[in-house]
């Protein structure tokens, strides 16, 4: 059993390695999988009779670790879609600002359509 839980640590560690890369390489389509699989080998070591607390403390370091990049991912996923919409949205109105200080907003006016006739 011991050597079952010691190998089930191995394959969690190697996984945060493969995790912390797919996340500083940008491969985000990747995550899905290895969540999935982190979470059976997290599932499986809580279900092994933990002995000695100090063999995952490297593992939990890697976990903090990945935890931090994960959410400065999701930080510029964020950024990136806020910056979209304010693009969009720049499509449509024009604010602008008078003397006072005052907001005005100018709406764009609708591209007219082009109908084809064959």
């Known amino acids: 059993m011991h050597n079952d839980h010691d190998a089930l640590i191995r394959q969690l560690d190697a996984l ?5 890369e797919a996340l500083l390489s940008g491969k985000l389509e ?11 080998l997290i599932h499986r070591l809580g279900e092994a009779d ?11 370091d ?5 935890q931090a990049l994960l959410e400065q991912a ?23 600002y008078d003397q006072r200080g005052h907001k005005n907003r100018i709406e764009a006016e609708t591209a ?6 064959a």
């Open 74 to 96: 999701l930080k510029g996923i964020r950024s990136v879609a806020k910056k979209l919409g304010e693009i969009r949205q720049a499509r449509k109105t024009f604010d602008t």
């Open 30 to 40: 990747e995550l899905q999988n290895i969540v999935t699989e982190k979470e059976d």
């Open 16 to 20: 945060l390695d493969v995790e912390r």
């Open 50 to 60: 933990v002995d000695q607390i100090g063999q995952l403390s490297p593992v939990n």
């Open 112 to 117: 007219p359509s082009v109908e084809k006739r």
């Open 62 to 66: 890697k976990v903090v670790r990945n």
